[in-house]
């Protein structure tokens, strides 16, 4: 199946349909299980970093309740040419070595790249500057790495999708089966009350709608961390000087890019942030009780000239899902996109905010 070329078409319908029973009797159990019971949990983390990134992460790497079986960079805060080395530098800051880390997507499935190094710095880290990095990536690429990792571990891989989905996208395009083994996605991104980037779309889905579509239609139960919350976590100096009183290499590291991105808000005429985007869908990984949860179908704008990247959401309705009214020129004759309401996604509508801080901060600060 080509989603590149099937996005928008009739041809998607018998891949929708195939995973819409997957999702709706996995959806509700999945969310439970996330973070909770017996651990380690395998996951997959695709990132940007991007500072709430390098936050997410050293977290991840301090959380004995992860099985990192690999981390995968792909374009979106900043290009590649840098998530690659400040992912692999987190990974020696952390002393995580032992983690293989495969190169991404330099680009969006079907667009231009567009970067956030207004928010993020030049070099995705605030400005704060780190040695190169000596660890080098393995030769497989991500999309091929991600298909390797969750066929031999088949429904135990979680996906942490951290930036633009483009990575999970072309595994997904390339191995139709692969869907019904991935045992659930959760991504910071989205959101629906608005974006950052527009006034409609967050930047993670905002940079590949088509890809984001593919994740949300493809029947792997999601969990959505999206911009509803994570406005709602912006580091303080009062966070920095715990980091910094610490004195652990990786709390000296996450304090020097927290201090430096601070001082970047600020310039940028910020009186508060930056916020810890990334590091609360991990966070909501390993401890779901942070947030409040509602089951929603979840749909990307993909067409729009001003709204390419929205995320909308669909609450229970006994009349179905309607989507926009069938144009004169087209062959569409009516408005449902659904006939049943068939959730896709957990999403992320609060966040106990003070509790997140105190996982995330006491873990980067830990001398353990």
Known sequence: MNFRTGLSGISRRAFVASGAGLAASSLTASLPAFGQGVGPHRVIIDTDPGVDDAFALLLAMRSPELKI???????????LELTLPNALRMVEIAGRTDIPVAVGAKAPLQRRLVTATYAHGENGLGGAVFP???????????????RQIVRKYPGQVTLITLGPQTNLAIALESDPDLARMIKGVTMMGGSLSGGNV????????????EASRIVFQSGIPVTMVGLDVTRKTALTDAHVKRLEDAGTAVSLAAAKIARNDIDLNRKEGNATGPNMHDSLALASFLEPSLLTWRPYYVDVETSGELTAGETLGYRPSESGLRGSAPTLAGTKTSVMLRDKFVPNANVAIDVNSAKFFDLLIGRLASKG
């Open 69 to 79: 079986e690999g981390i995968t960079p792909v374009a979106g805060n900043v290009p």
């Open 132 to 146: 190169e990095p000596k660890l080098r990536p393995i030769a497989d690429p991500a999309s091929v790495f991600i």
């Open 198 to 209: 527009t006034p409609a779309a967050e930047f993670n889905v905002y940079v590949d709608p």
